[in-house]
């Protein structure tokens, strides 16, 4: 559903910004605010510039803090940062892998394709194409690396990648 | 139902018959329930604030807040507990402090109260912790400390690895929020175990050999007389040195150890905090004893020499299940500080008073140590890998043993067991 989805990235951006989050440190926050103009939440206010859309609830969520499940049901972390391309497109989700009561978690960056959305009835969760096994040695997401080329998890898309026996377990 | 519950009535009035064992059995509790206080509000606050949609970014302002609070906060908090003439309501405030901090964390997470929460937590802590100790000297006296503190570091220990279990458990099954609720429940009866502690079974003449260094003018004086004190600087500084190389170490082999072991990665984590705990229950006791027997200074070196022996073996060695053996190590080296840090500093100040504010300069030394820790180590991690790390915390531990080897004097009264 196209249209959805084009329609998605607009209000979701003003929730995040809106959602209580006040130290824009993030990437992706800067990158918000780079895009959006600013003086961006006069909408209500001048009522001349821009239109008003409104959503069923269940049809926009908040992606931050959001659990990822493997395809396996597996519980793969939240996702704490999305990457965009110049674009403005998001481009990969950065997710906090493993651990246990917060210690030992790592920061993974998983391609945006490899996330599925569509769940049917599960609204609340994102599933996602790679298990356990097969993040578990993915280079960790550094923000601050900024001339490092950053390290992002690609969708397996030829069956051989899935195949390649597990040197670990 | 009333039948039913009499008996368990008459389990908790039959310890009254020997009001000192009800008080001493409510220090063990008290040491139990406060575990939890530590576990709660660790790295989870993180996952927690995560998961209600907080950025990266914010989540470590509002932890950057309670670390310098923890810092800031632990010199004046062992001054007040110096000042105060009841360290039962000193522990109990800062009891209820923590609940109160556990509920705002639970109930209202955004920045300002989050921050609020960690700040308020971070000051209670620094209250609560030499509030335990004054107690438990004030229970026993210097005779009897060094075992009392085995006691009490088995009992945290206990507490420690019920709080992970628990915690883990709950906020698997049942969300984030409740561990929250659930820690400022626990308070309860943490309180319930300060009200075992009877007054009359405190004995200020037991700690202060002096009485007449209590009047108010001189209280500033005596209570930094101390810092005069060499050993108390040498011990502060070995302190820190040992989180300096310890602090991180958990943290980095807990990374690995998700990098290596896939799914049942996070129970490996969960063996790597629960196995060492039970190692400083099983042993703490015996530490206490030792201290008393063969002085200070050989238990110093056992807890310290261990350090560089698991960084070198975490550098060398991969195996997500060997590396929950080499944490054991971990078990001894905290049995061995948590005895001993308050067992010294009593011994340093049992002359010139003023115990739990030497007890917050050393408490700074070790944040300052444990904050720099992770931060440098961080570093060096990501630029170098964590072998590296690992064998550079090592180099410091090593460091800190011989630090430790030559700077510092055992601080044992020779009084009390006179040398054959």
Wanted: charged share 15%.
């Amino acid at each position: 559903m196209p249209p959805i989805r084009n329609s998605l990235f607009k209000p979701l951006r003003l929730s995040l910004v809106g959602g209580g989050t006040i130290i824009a440190v993030a990437a992706f926050l800067g990158l918000a605010a780079a895009q959006a103009p600013s003086g961006a939440p006069t909408n209500q206010e001048t009522g001349n510039s821009a239109s008003l859309d409104y959503f069923p609830r269940d049809h926009l969520f908040r992606i931050l803090g959001k659990e990822v499940l493997s395809a396996k049901g597996e519980d793969m972390g939240r996702i704490v940062d999305v990457l965009f391309d110049e674009k403005g497109e998001p481009h990969a989700a950065v997710i906090d892998f493993g651990g246990f009561l917060g210690v030992g978690t790592r920061k993974i960056a998983i391609s945006w394709s490899a996330l599925r959305f569509d769940l049917g009835e599960k609204k609340n969760v994102i599933a996602l194409d790679v298990g356990r096994e097969q993040l578990k040695g993915a280079p960790e997401y550094k923000y601050s690396e900024s001339d490092k080329p950053i390290p992002v998890v690609a969708q397996p898309q030829s069956p051989p990648r899935e195949a390649v026996p597990d040197p670990g377990r | 139902m009333i039948t039913r519950s009499l008996p368990r009535i008459g389990v908790w009035v039959r310890p009254a018959a020997d009001p000192m064992t009800r008080s001493l059995r409510g220090l063990d509790w008290l040491n139990f329930f406060v575990a939890n206080f530590q576990t709660g509000f660790g790295p989870f606050i993180s996952v927690y604030l995560t998961g209600v949609g907080w950025t990266q970014g914010a989540i470590g302002a509002a932890l950057s807040a309670g670390t310098v609070a923890g810092m800031v906060s632990q010199v004046p908090g062992g001054i007040l507990v110096d000042a105060v003439r009841s360290k039962r309501a000193a522990a109990a405030a800062a009891i209820l402090a923590i609940m109160a901090s556990a509920l705002l964390i639970a109930l209202w997470p955004a920045l300002l109260p989050i921050a609020l929460a960690e700040v308020l937590h971070a000051f209670a802590s620094s209250i609560l912790g030499p509030a335990i100790a004054a107690l438990s000297l004030a229970l026993v006296g210097h005779g009897a400390f060094g075992e009392r503190l085995g006691r009490n570091a088995r009992y945290l220990a206990i507490g420690n690895a019920f709080a992970a279990g628990l915690m883990g458990t709950f906020g698997y099954y049942v969300g984030e929020r409740a561990v929250f609720l659930l820690t400022a429940a626990l308070g309860i009866p943490a309180l319930a175990a300060i009200e075992m502690i009877r007054n009359a079974d405190l004995s200020s003449s037991k700690i202060q050999p002096r009485p007449a260094a209590a009047p108010k003018p001189e209280t500033t004086g005596w209570s930094w007389r101390f810092l005069k004190d060499r050993r108390l600087l040498a011990y502060a500084a070995c302190a820190s040195l040992f989180q300096l190389a310890n602090a991180a170490m958990l943290p980095i082999a807990a990374g690995m150890v998700t990098k290596r072991a896939g799914s049942e990665a996070s129970l490996v984590i969960a063996a790597c905090i629960v196995a060492p705990q039970a190692v400083t229950a099983v042993i703490s006791p015996w530490v206490g004893r030792v201290a008393e027997g063969w002085g200070r200074k050989p238990i110093l070196l056992l807890g310290f020499g261990v350090l560089p022996i698991r960084g070198m073996l975490f550098a060398g060695i991969a195996d997500p299940y060997l590396m929950v053996l080499i944490q054991l190590l971990d078990g001894l080296s905290a049995a061995a500080l948590g005895v001993l840090t308050p067992l010294i500093v009593a011994d340093i100040t049992r002359d010139a008073g003023g115990y739990t504010t030497a007890l917050g300069v050393v408490g700074l030394a070790i944040g300052g140590g444990a904050t720099l820790s992770t931060t440098a180590a961080g570093l060096i991690a990501d630029h170098l890998g964590s072998g590296a790390a690992f064998l550079g915390l090592a180099a410091v531990g090593l460091c800190a043993t011989l630090l430790v080897g030559t700077l510092m004097p055992e601080t044992r009264p020779r009084e009390v067991t006179p040398r054959l």
